[in-house]
């Protein structure tokens, strides 16, 4: 009998399971086993949860049999880990598509994670402790999105690409981007009135030629409207021919800042680049 969730913990520890094996998934409210069943899988976890669930994922190896798709209401999907014999690890692309808000945390996802809501772009997203051994981060269509302390191990073209609407806020921070070749390692585009904060992430390019890529690149801000931008004690190393940071506005006034301080940038022809601001 589970009825909290050190119970499922225990029970479940160290086990592999795929979306037909058995339970190992579990939609918990509160302390409270929210369902009659335990289920093999993520998706089926997440179709029998409810608004305001948090399913707690059990330490061993899931193949969600194609992706995993979160589309629960207020849903957070709790990992017992990002590493070593207590990780809980998603072969999978996963994709985050619920209507309100979503958490997706302590996990190592060997695919990507996305996030596109276009029926509410006020959703609330958030990406926290997860490791992604190469693929990218993109959120779209979402007015307050997290993502920290996310490691890339072998970024390749990109890692974190957030689009942004509404008019709340971004936070990027504690992320580290490893052996970034080309692309973007930190992008937020289409900033307007949000409030983006970029701090404490560590971006390692492997170009020491031309056509380096970007460190992080914030676009859209529209001062006008009361944003704040906030850049701060970010490295970016071994970009090649790329800019270290690059910020663009899309309409200057007095009511918002943009703020670039403490930051390491340690190769890359251009160090900081502005268009736009007033």
Known sequence: NISSTSDADTLFNDNE???SAVQSAVPFSGDTVNSTSLFGSINASD???SNGDTIEVSAGTYDEDGTLVVATDNIS???AGETGEDATIIENDVTLNSSTSTTLTNARVNGSITAVEDSNPDATVTVDSVTLPGSNVTIEQASDVTVQSVTFEDAGTSAVNISTSGSTSVLVEDVTANNL???TGIRVTGVGSNDV???NNDI????TATDGPDGINVTSIDTTAG???DINNNSVTTIGNGTAIAVAESSGGSDGTVAIN???LTSGPDGVTFTGIN
Do not use: E, H
């Open 17 to 19: 399971f795929s979306d």
């Open 197 to 199: 904060t970029i701090q």
């Open 47 to 49: 179709s029998a949860a």
């Open 77 to 79: 999907v709790d990992g």
């Open 227 to 229: 944003s704040d931008a």
């Open 204 to 207: 390692n390019g492997n170009v």
């Open 262 to 264: 403490d930051n390491r």
């Open 181 to 183: 070749t080309a692309g």
